[in-house]
């Protein structure tokens, strides 16, 4: 059984700690026959005025832009074999912005939460580098998942039911 929160705050510090620990989530899209793809990534999360922001920084491949063109909803499932899960719903938008691939470099070199994230330069020259593109992730509702008793908690941000 699952118990909605109404405020992020309560599942902040479990939501970090397992996403610390995990750091590869599956991002779920669909196609425009809604057919769903899966890949494995590795997104960074902030918390904003008391709700979680994300950040993806990405190749922008044909399917990937595809999917999100028609339509821009992402889910995000993080797991481990200690069934600690979190799964995050998003909507994603491409950012082409400068200032916010540097800060998105910065905040994946930092780890964030702590434990997630890495050096972009394994895979890009620079914030500046012309394949590096940037997703901002605006979660509509996160679940965490304690795995020791499946105790669940759901954050959903206002207006979204």
Do not use: C
């Amino acid at each position: 059984m699952a118990t909605k929160v109404t405020s992020f705050t309560v599942v902040e510090e479990q939501f970090n700690a397992y996403i610390g620990d995990i750091v590869y989530a599956t991002m779920t899209t669909v196609d425009a026959k809604g057919r769903p793809r899966a890949r494995v990534l590795i997104p960074i999360w902030e918390v904003v005025d008391g709700r979680p922001a994300g950040w993806l920084a990405t190749y922008r491949t044909p399917v990937k832009a595809a999917h999100l063109a028609k339509n821009p909803h992402a889910t995000f499932s993080y797991w481990t074999p200690r069934q600690n899960a979190v799964n995050v719903d998003t909507v994603a938008e491409w950012i082409d912005d400068a200032e916010i691939k540097r800060r998105v470099w910065a905040l994946y070199r930092k780890g964030s939460p702590h434990g997630a994230g890495y050096d972009l330069g394994n895979f890009w020259k620079s914030p500046e580098d012309p394949e590096l593109h940037v997703l901002r992730l605006t979660p509509w509702r996160v679940q965490v998942i304690r795995g020791s008793d499946l105790h669940s908690r759901i954050w959903q941000a206002e207006g979204t039911a």
